[in-house]
């Protein structure tokens, strides 16, 4: 695709739900690695795949955030029994190589608010 | 402590003046990456640099490593250059941990016709 897609761009759930955030990176891009961005800060680190294989989840904050590329494309951010600190702007980024440093491409990012 | 310090935290400029955005850093790194917020949230990448100076129309940025200090200009600003600008660093590539961004908290840049 042209870029690095995000859906859905807002998400409103009631505190204990379950929510999914979908990734969809540029075509051929072996790495993918979601953020999360709280209101005001910078965004965090919370996982990296490399194709099909999560290599790095050292940045998810509780046993409640679970990631998966299964196909290694499409990746999903799944966040269980919601809570209001969870609400904050999930970034996912793309990139084509996996050793060398390359720019990152971008998706527009879930907003997602916990009520 | 954070790791990526960035100053100021917001800066106002009337149009036409020359900005300077700092970023300060505390680790070893392979890269450092300059990169641009609108308020919609997508984020793009203006520059990637591992030493010396890169030039892309207005925007200039500069890169210190043994001082581990990076600036961004802005020549002749812009009220479309008004977005939140953020230092991203890549720590020294392992192989198990890609290439991920660490990032500083972001400078808020407005300009004023």
């Known amino acids: 695709g042209a870029g690095v897609s995000q859906s859905p761009r807002y998400k409103v759930a009631k505190r204990g739900q379950d929510v999914a955030l979908r990734c969809d990176p540029i075509?051929?891009?072996?790495?993918l690695f979601w953020y999360q961005q709280a209101l005001g800060q910078g965004p965090e680190f919370l996982t990296y795949?490399?194709?099909?294989?999560?290599?790095?989840k050292s940045g998810l904050p509780s046993d409640r955030f679970f990631a998966e590329r299964p196909e290694g494309s499409v990746s999903t951010l799944k966040i269980q029994r919601t809570q209001q600190e969870d609400s904050a702007v999930y970034l996912c980024?793309?990139?084509?190589?996996?050793?060398?440093?390359?720019?990152?491409?971008f998706g527009d990012g879930t907003r997602l608010s916990i009520l | 402590k954070n790791e990526v310090e960035q100053s100021p935290q917001n800066l106002t400029a009337q149009e036409g003046e020359f900005i300077t955005i700092n970023c300060s850093y505390s680790?070893?790194?392979?890269?450092l990456h300059w990169l641009q917020q609108h308020p919609g949230g997508g984020i793009v990448s203006l520059f990637m640099?591992?030493?010396g100076k890169k030039k892309h129309g207005r925007l200039i940025a500069t890169i210190n490593i043994q001082e581990k200090h990076s600036s961004l200009h802005i020549t002749a600003s812009h009220p479309r250059d008004s977005a939140v600008y953020i230092c991203?660093?890549?720590?020294?590539?392992?192989?198990?941990?890609?290439?991920?961004?660490?990032f500083g908290g972001g400078t808020r840049v407005l300009v004023k016709p």
């Open positions: 980024a793309s990139s084509l190589q996996i050793y060398s440093n390359q720019p990152q491409h």
């Open positions: 075509s051929g891009h072996v790495s």
């Open positions: 795949f490399q194709n099909e294989a999560q290599l790095d």
């Open positions: 680790v070893g790194i392979s890269a």
């Open positions: 640099l591992s030493s």
């Open positions: 991203a660093v890549n720590l020294p590539l392992i192989k198990a941990a890609g290439n991920k961004l660490t």
